[in-house]
């Protein structure tokens, strides 16, 4: 666990925590933070396709049910701890629950990164797994919000914001032409996608230090419920999540990652869902919790955490 608060990627990230609480003007320019997040998004489906090419479909059946379980189950359970426990109004309770369910794309690169330094292996279509994860969470968070899809507005809008949004459009685009171009053909851009992409990790974790640190000032205003819900709920939905990758038979290495992904929460495609959807849910609530808290519980503490755990798992 300490080699990994070591890594360079997070120790850019606390770098850029640092920077938020002590009022440095560091930032990355907006367009260079946009450029950065895009190329992630298209690295990591491009990986995830060229691991894919040589992948029997029939075989990760059993994963991909796993996974869809997953994104149904676990925006339900924080909807009930939320409305149950936090008392917390129904868009409300449904919009966090909806990012919670979602996940976070830079998590997944951090949780990958820490499996290689490892050299510990993991099945090739864990992208596919996220993606599956991404869109039934987002689907039942807005269900539970609004009590219904006949309530959703704008409901063309939605549907495109949730399907043909930057994330799922650039993971899922990235993995097809993984997938059809095959490990020869993609051989040239590896310098670009394969050899960069932990530098470009790491700056896109210096600016989201930043960015996380700014938004401890809200913390006053969701409340100790809210703060102890972003710290508990990764835990609970990582380890439901790691017992389904032992159930359906993923390795170790893909039950760690099925887990983080499980255990993290969306700060990009979510909030943009829940904008249409759930104007009337407060996104502070959300973002706060999410990007806060369980992210950096999650990158720091949390990816060691459920190998740990998963290695546990494995040894019976």
Not at 265 to 294: D, F, G, W
């Amino acid at each position: 666990m300490i080699e990994n608060l070591l890594d360079p990627t997070i120790l850019c990230f606390a770098v850029g925590f640092l920077a938020g609480l002590v009022k440095s003007d560091l930032r990355l320019p907006k367009s260079s933070f946009e450029f950065v997040s895009l190329y992630l998004l298209l690295a990591i489906g491009l990986k995830g396709g060229v691991q894919l090419a040589g992948t029997d479909f029939v075989s990760i059946l059993p994963a991909l049910g796993g996974t869809l379980f997953l994104g149904l189950s676990i925006p339900l359970i924080a909807f009930l701890i939320l409305r149950k426990l936090g008392r917390f109004d129904r868009a409300n309770a449904g919009s966090i629950a909806a990012h919670y369910g979602s996940v976070s794309a830079v998590t997944f690169a951090s949780a990958l990164t820490y499996l290689q330094n490892l050299n510990v292996s993991y099945e090739a279509y864990v992208i596919t797994l996220m993606v599956i994860l991404e869109i039934p969470a987002l689907g039942v968070g807005i269900y539970l919000a609004r009590g219904g899809f006949a309530q959703v507005t704008h409901k063309s809008r939605l549907l495109r914001d949730i399907f043909f949004g930057k994330s799922i459009f650039l993971l899922g685009g990235g993995l097809l032409i993984g997938f059809v171009s095959g490990p020869e053909r993609m051989a040239p851009l590896n310098p670009l996608f394969v050899d960069l992409f932990k530098g470009f990790l790491a700056l896109f974790l210096l600016e989201l230090g930043v960015v996380a640190s700014h938004q401890l000032a809200h913390l006053k205003r969701t409340g100790l419920f809210l703060l102890g819900f972003a710290v508990a709920m990764p835990l609970i939905s990582g380890v439901i999540g790691l017992v389904v990758a032992y159930l359906v038979g993923l390795s170790l290495g893909g039950a760690t990652i099925l887990a983080v992904l499980a255990a993290s929460s969306s700060y990009i495609a979510a909030p943009s869902a829940m904008r249409i959807a759930v104007p009337e849910a407060n996104p502070v609530y959300a973002i706060t919790a999410s990007l806060a808290v369980t992210f950096p519980l999650n990158i720091t503490l949390g990816i060691p955490t459920f190998y740990s755990l998963g290695s546990w798992l494995y040894s019976f």
